[in-house]
């Protein structure tokens, strides 16, 4: 393999990190300002967004406050445009109060019309009322000091009917407010959009529409065109559609005169930047439901630009556009840039020149270690370096130095140490080989005592061929230890016409809970023979022995234990356990809750404070199914429990079978929950039938 010299490697290991980090530096600088421009732009136009939408909102919607209020007065009576004159006092002063709105009227169902609006020309309030007493020509009345119309002039050579405009349709068709589509105004031919309200008669019949109009590309145009969007960029208002509202230039948003008025596309705009901007969003304007930023070319400059929906419930569906070119804030960026990559260059090229002269300055002394080195190999042990300038090379020479003197020493006691280091090994050795030997002796004798424990746990378990000797009942039984010893435990004895049925649940696992099983068992199968018939007084005994037991072992095991009696058709239950599930023969089932039968076995030495029992009556067909908490608490995979809603549900599925195959199908939904997850619980399952 090729050698490299340390004199190149550090100069270019040097050189390359300089380059690197200089480089970088340059780049994230640049990367850095770009989006810094980026940012402060997005915050810009969405500062100016907000306060855009506010300024709109503030603008539109004292339109429907105040036409809401005109429509209770036509309601009560105070405004009636089939009366002239009528309300014209009330719409005057509403205008004095609510000055940015630029007409407020009422029509009715005849074609009346009354209304008060700010005339431009005259600088002034007029009132404008039509009806089929002036053919519909709408005269023009001005306020005197007193607030009194007094005529001045007819509006217009053309007739108005109200019915036939867009603000009367659209409440008419929308049956409550709403804003119109904006059109075009009847005298002045500005761009309007009108907040309307039909108004109802006691019948619901529509008797007249009030509205309020609102002249979109006077106020809020100057208001856009106030607004300072950094250097030279701009804010326009354009339905989805793509026709011009509002626009913070001075280029007009309509074309044509008079009758031939008619409101431009942005697209169509004499602003180019608008032009430009409205053919971008033109294929993008019906899809935007959000705030959404861009970027385009336009001349060969990079636009950033953003759109806010502007939206209402009743009718407003706008865009608002607010754009600015990059070059705005880039200007001092880009000089800094260039002034950055200058800078850069200056200080790569210096940093290579300094960084040759550190590499030759530290790899000298390092050659002269190297041949120090190259003789100690050859068996040469006496050698010594001189110090050094460079403090770390000086501690490496002083080191080696040491090395040097101590081989010599290490040579000589190192076969010693490797004969001590021996001994040692081999004694350790021997005591592990023990033990191991002593921990396999155990381990033998405590798996030998599980087995016993686990033999007599299941050899005290009730037979097949006992169980279908019993008379009167069906029963199948099933107990799965997740352990060698298990801690579930039940019983089923047939003495003296009475069966007896038991079942528990003991804390945890292995030798001890065992024990605390067999014992319960015990206890239980004695009584029976001795024939003491008093279920109660039987737990009350258990818990006694089991709970003095205990205490003997110094154990803190316990049990939760459930009794169940049978005869003659009817069953007696006792003691804590899960719940109990009463199963009848047309699928019905009912579950008792066994909290307030007893108490947990082994806890206190007196518990018949606690012990009740409850009655239970079986018909033919009729059951009850007993289990431990491993079936319920049974989890899967995704660490969901089984359940008892799912228990009971399979239960009902399938209680029209014998009790053998209910057991084994209740046994198999439990399997194909768990899956090939850990069983973690003893199950338990006991299905008793009525023949």
């Given amino acids: 393999m090729r050698k490299i010299n340390l004199s190149a490697i550090l100069a270019c290991v040097f050189g390359l990190q300089i380059v690197v980090a200089v480089g970088a530096t340059a780049i994230l600088s640049f990367q850095s300002g770009r989006e810094s421009v980026k940012e402060i732009a997005e915050q810009l136009r969405q500062e100016i967004a907000i306060q855009t939408e506010q300024k709109l909102k503030s603008y539109l919607d004292p339109a429907f406050r105040l036409t809401e209020l005109n429509v209770r007065d036509y309601i009560n009576g105070e405004i009636n445009p089939n009366i002239p004159f009528k309300g014209a006092k009330s719409l005057h002063n509403q ?36 009806s089929q007493s002036t053919n519909f020509i709408r005269t023009n009345y001005i306020f005197d000091a007193l607030g009194q119309p007094m005529q001045i002039a007819s509006d217009s050579a053309r007739a108005y009917y109200p019915r036939t405009r867009p603000w009367y349709k659209g409440a008419v068709a929308k049956q409550g407010q709403t804003w119109s589509d904006i059109y075009l105004g009847f ?71 008079e009758g031939a008025t008619k409101i431009i596309k942005a697209e169509q705009s004499s602003n180019i930047r608008i032009k430009k901007i409205g053919e971008f969003l033109a294929s993008k304007a019906s899809s935007i439901q959000n ?25 407003i569906d706008w865009l608002l556009i607010i754009s600015v070119p990059q070059s705005d ?33 530290i790899a000298r002394p390092l050659k002269k ?20 300038q460079i403090t770390e090379i000086d501690m490496l020479s002083s080191v080696f130095n040491q090395m040097s003197d101590q081989l010599n020493e290490s040579f000589n006691t190192l076969e010693k140490r490797v004969a001590d280091r021996t001994q040692e090994l081999s004694e350790a050795n021997h005591k592990i080989a023990q033990l191991n030997d002593q921990l396999q002796e155990n381990n033998l004798r405590m798996r030998a005592e599980l087995e016993i424990t686990a033999r007599l746990q299941q050899a005290i378990l009730p037979s097949p061929e006992e169980l279908a000797a019993i008379p009167e009942l069906e029963i199948a039984s099933l107990m799965i230890p997740a352990t060698e010893v298990g801690g579930d435990y039940f019983d089923v004895l047939y003495y003296h016409d009475r069966v007896v049925i038991s079942i528990g649940d003991v804390t945890g696992h292995g030798l001890e809970s065992g024990i605390l099983a067999i014992m319960a068992q015990s206890i239980t199968r004695t009584l029976a023979i001795a024939k003491e018939e008093n279920i109660c007084r039987v737990l009350d005994i258990i818990n006694r022995t089991i709970f003095d037991n205990v205490q003997r072992m110094q ?21 804590q356990h899960e719940h109990l599930i009463i199963m009848r023969s047309n699928g019905c089932l009912e579950c008792i809750d066994t909290i307030d039968l007893g108490f947990i ?9 606690f012990i009740d029992r409850e009655i239970i009556e079986l018909d033919s067909g009729d059951g009850i199914v007993l289990y431990t908490d491993g079936i319920t608490e049974a989890k899967n995979g995704k660490r969901q429990l089984y359940g ?48």
């Fill in 291 to 315: 705030k959404i930023s861009f970027e385009t070319e336009i001349n060969g400059e990079l636009e950033l630009l953003t759109v806010f929906p502007f939206q209402d419930v009743r009718g």
């Fill in 187 to 257: 005298a002045d031919f500005h761009p309007n959009i009108t907040a309307s309200q039909p108004v109802f008669d006691s019948q619901g019949k529509i008797i007249g529409v009030c509205a309020t109009d609102v002249i979109l590309n006077v106020q809020f145009n100057s208001y856009l065109q106030k607004q300072k969007i950094g250097k030279t960029g701009i804010a326009f208002l354009m339905e989805r559609s793509g026709n011009l509202i509002a626009s913070s230039t001075l280029d007009k948003i309509t074309e044509g005169k």
């Fill in 601 to 609: 076995i082994g806890l206190e030495q007196n518990i018949t404070d």
């Fill in 555 to 575: 154990s803190d095991k316990n049990l939760t234990f459930l009794l169940v009696t049978y005869c003659s058709g009817k069953l007696v239950v006792t003691g």
């Fill in 369 to 388: 270690l190297v041949a120090a080195a190259e003789k100690i190999k050859a068996g040469d042990l006496e050698q010594s370096i001189a110090s050094t």
């Fill in 95 to 130: 205008t004095i109060l609510f000055p940015d709105l630029s007409f407020v009227y009422c029509a009715s169902e005849e074609d009346a019309f009354i209304g008060v609006g700010w005339n431009p020309d005259q600088k002034l309030w007029t009132l404008l009322l039509s």
């Fill in 644 to 691: 008892l809603e799912k228990l009971c549900q399979v239960l009902q599925k399938h209680w029209h079978l014998t009790s053998e195959e209910i057991k084994q199908a209740t046994i198999d939904d439990v399997h194909s929950h768990i899956g090939n997850h850990q069983i973690f619980d003893d199950i338990t399952l006991l299905v008793i039938k009525r023949k």
């Fill in 329 to 361: 804030f880039t200007e001092k960026i880009d000089q800094n840039n260039r002034n950055t990559i200058a800078l850069c260059l200056l200080a790569i090229v210096v940093a290579v020149f300094v960084s040759i002269l550190t590499s030759r300055w």
